[in-house]
Every structure is written in C-alpha cells, then in structure tokens.
C-alpha cells in the first residue's frame, strides 16, 4: 500500500490549496497582477519524488505525460521496475498497483468529500505547471512584500497566500492556512528552466504540518525532475487493467 500511498498523498497534496475556480470579474476598473503560466497543449516529465510522513519514507523515480484539459497519466518506478501507473481524466483517476495487484477507482465527487473541500482536474492540472490555482479577483489583496507580491485570497475555511517573485513574475510558493484545525500547507517552486518560450520550475516541495493522535505531524514530498518537454508529436498514456487484479 506504500506506492498507493505516495502517489495519492503526492497528488492530493498537490491541490489541497485548491477550490472551485472563481467566475471571471465584471469589474471593468479590476487589473489582475500579470502572472507568468505555463500554457501547453502537451507536457512530458521524468522526475525523482522523495515522499516521507511519521510512518514512512520513499523514493521513487516517475514520469509524466500530459495532454491539457484531457489526460494525465503517470507511471511510479521503485526499486527498478515499475510499481504502479496512473490515470486521471476530468471525471476518474485510476490506479493500478502492481505491488497489490489491484486497480483502485476514484471519481473527484468521491475525492472531494474525502478530503472535504472540492478537487478537480482542472486543480491538479495547474499545479503540475506550477501556475496559480485560483484566478486573481478584485476582492484578493495584494501587496509586495520584499522580492514578492503577495496575493492574498479567502477561500471559506482556508486562507490562502500566493508569492510571486518580482523578477520573473512567476508563482513561487503558496501558503494555505486552514482556521478550524490550523493545519497548514506550504508549496514551493524553485530553479526556474527555460523551456521553450516558458519558465518552467524544476524543483518543487509539498510541506503539510498537522495534528496526528494529538502530536504535530508532517508529509512532505519533494520533487526533482530531470527533464521537462514540449514535445509536438501526439503524446501516447498506455492503459489497461490486468483482468486477474483485484478492483475496488
């Protein structure tokens, strides 16, 4: 269950600052901040996740391909052989663990009363390119704060502060407070590549601080990857579900 694990906290951290997107502003006086995003029709990733939490650290090797607003699909190597694959669309994510040998089905309705607050692939999506999660709105704060603009947006039960570095105008950490439980959530972006006409950021790193059986308790996962592509010729997700494994 460790690659299950993994994979789901990974991607599940990785939009627990997310909401529902906000409809666009009819003020006609409203200027949102410029921020730089990643807009790409295909995207292909190999990357190094370090995952640990008070009951476990791994590591594994991933790759990642990406069609937008289509398909993500990925695919988890431990120890030299492919642990487990996933497959997330706008309405499912499936994920076939090879370890377990067995397929698990969620669908975001699912996912969202889970983790109590709405996820979509839309969510999951933006933060894979490393680009604002929530659209910019007239009643958001901003403010600069030494190097940074600072974005400020209520979002219910969870406070939201997005940083934005003054020199390249790109997303560069988040910090997500939630006020019932005061469990925070820190997402950094760092060493920012060229690829092709965008800035693209090569390292990340998922901070959950919590409260676990009345102890303070902490996920983080830290991304490293090592090559990041725009390819141009059509992108292929390899799919399929072994019919002796177990499905739940």
């Not at 950021?201 to 919590?210: D, R, T």
Request: charged share 20%; net charge neutral.
């Amino acid at each position: 269950m460790k690659i299950n694990k993994m994979l789901f906290a990974g991607l599940l951290l990785a939009v627990t600052f997310s909401a529902c997107k906000r409809p666009p502003s009819t003020s006609d006086s409203f200027k949102p901040l410029a921020v730089a995003t990643v807009d790409v029709d295909q995207l292909s990733m190999r990357s190094k996740v370090k995952f640990s939490d008070p009951s476990m650290s791994i590591t594994a090797n991933t790759q990642l391909r990406m069609k937008k607003d289509s398909v993500i699909w990925i695919s988890i190597t431990a120890m030299g052989f492919e642990a487990a694959r996933a497959y997330i669309t706008p309405d499912t994510m499936l994920l076939v663990n090879k370890l377990n040998r067995e397929v698990i089905t969620y669908n975001f309705e699912r996912l969202s009363r889970q983790m109590n607050f709405p996820v979509s692939f839309e969510l999951i999506q933006a933060s894979l390119l490393g680009n604002l999660a929530k659209p910019m709105g007239p009643e958001d704060g901003l403010a600069q704060r030494d190097q940074y603009y600072r974005i400020s947006q209520d979002w219910g039960p969870v406070v939201v502060d997005n940083f934005v570095d003054i020199n390249n105008m790109k997303l560069s950490r988040i910090e997500a407070r939630e006020e019932v439980t005061a469990n925070q959530l820190t997402v950094s972006y760092d060493n920012f590549t060229p690829v092709e006409a965008f800035l693209f950021p090569y390292n990340g790193v998922i901070s959950l601080q919590y409260t676990a059986s009345g102890e303070p308790a902490e996920t983080k996962i830290t991304i490293e990857h090592s090559r990041v592509a725009i390819p141009e010729a059509p992108l292929k997700f390899p799919f399929s579900v072994p019919g002796n494994y177990a499905i739940r």
